[in-house]
């Protein structure tokens, strides 16, 4: 199974809030997960990923909790800013190959 | 500065007519991929190259071509565009060789068939 299944669809917090957001896959294979960033106008950037040996990585306000045996990853963001208002995919790679499956997407918006 | 870029940004064609996405890379990046961006579907790999000269198929490669002729630049050909074909359309560079190469994604072009 290729999938990578992304949850929710959009998210509305208040600034200062702690957004989450799941992905779920199914291939023990996946052997790498990144999370990308995308705001209105402008392509997807890469903004942490980790790999499957460690449960949670840390950059800045971004942590990325991952639980192995229950096949599922998720996205936390601390103390949320309105500059965090994006979509945000989770994705996931197979060993040894460059290609990177999608989630659907999650639309953030952090009010003010 | 390093960077992915696109063009056009915007498109809009009829039904039928031959249209080409270019696409270019400066950072000397080995692979190169197009996606597709729809609401509720995410992002959908087209095409993909890992080098010159070497294209394959991604998970919706129907009603597109590629080429990749020089390492810097893989453009996206429809040769008879249709209105499922109207969507957010990305290229994205990288190192070739793991997955944990960052992927820089280009601006995206946005398509309309009519």
């Known amino acids: 199974q290729q999938q990578v299944k992304q949850s929710p669809q959009s998210l509305i917090v208040q600034k200062g809030g702690i957004p989450i957001i799941n992905c779920a896959y199914e291939n023990t294979a996946f052997d790498y997960f990144p999370w990308y960033q995308q705001f209105p106008g402008k392509g997807p950037a890469l903004l942490i990923a980790?790999?499957?040996?460690?449960s949670e990585k840390k950059e800045g306000r971004f942590t990325i909790s991952f639980n192995k045996s229950a096949k599922q990853f998720s996205l936390h963001i601390m103390d949320s800013q309105p500059g965090d208002s994006a979509t945000y995919f989770c994705?996931?790679?197979?060993?040894?190959?460059?290609?990177?499956?999608f989630g659907t997407g999650t639309r953030l918006l952090v009010s003010p | 500065e390093a960077q992915v870029t696109q063009n056009p940004r915007y498109l809009i064609t009829v039904t039928g007519k031959k249209l080409t996405v270019t696409c270019s890379q400066n950072m000397n990046h080995e692979y190169m991929s197009w996606y597709r961006q729809d609401p509720g579907l995410g992002l959908r790999q087209i095409y993909y190259s890992m080098n010159v000269e070497v294209t394959d198929k991604g998970d919706v490669p129907e009603g597109y071509k590629v080429s990749r002729k020089e390492k810097r630049n893989f453009p996206l050909i429809l040769e008879s565009p249709s209105p499922n074909q109207t969507s957010l359309y990305f290229c994205?560079?990288?190192?070739?060789?793991?997955?944990?190469?960052?992927?820089?994604f280009g601006p995206g072009t946005r398509l309309t068939v009519l």
């Open positions: 994205a560079s990288s190192f070739q060789g793991q997955a944990y190469n960052e992927q820089f």
């Open positions: 980790i790999r499957p040996d460690v």
């Open positions: 994705a996931a790679s197979l060993t040894g190959f460059q290609k990177l499956v």
